[in-house]
Nanobody, 126 residues
Framework: QVQLVESGGGLVHIGGSLRLSCAAS????????MGWFRQAPGKEREFVAA????????DYADSVKGRFAISKNNAANTVYLQMNSLKPEDTAVYFC???????????????????WGQGTQVTVSS
């Protein structure tokens, strides 16, 4: 059974940092591409970051470039999202997502992902 479990969310002040983790089970982790998405109250789910199955490629939303970093540890079956210089507009529920991948590429649309975690809340306050 495929399972994705996020952790690491919480309350942080403006300019602070958090590292989100997403532990995966139920499939060979080296064969899946991963992504992070977020959803703020009253807004649609939006792309944050993506990484290819081999970790050779990454991509980011313009709003987080230079502040967030996605990484994938295939040996530990875990994907991470390091978030620095956090802003109030980063406040949202963050979800990790996975999909089988044969092409070793990144995927930027939520519709391209098959499996989702339950989400973890990130709140950035002043």
């Amino acid at each position: 059974q495929v399972q994705l479990v996020e952790s690491g969310g919480g309350l942080v002040h403006i300019g602070g940092s958090l590292r989100l983790s997403c532990a995966a089970s139920g499939f060979p982790f080296s064969m899946v591409a991963m992504g992070w998405f977020r959803q703020a109250p009253g807004k649609e789910r939006e792309f944050v970051a993506a990484i290819s199955r081999s970790t050779t490629s990454t991509d980011y939303a313009d709003s987080v470039k230079g502040r967030f970093a996605i990484s994938k540890n295939n040996a530990a079956n875990t994907v991470y999202l390091q978030m620095n210089s956090l802003k109030p507009e980063d406040t949202a529920v963050y979800f990790c997502a996975a999909r089988w991948d044969l092409y070793d590429r990144v995927y930027l649309s939520s519709y391209e992902y098959t499996y989702w975690g339950q989400g973890t809340q990130v709140t950035v306050s002043s």
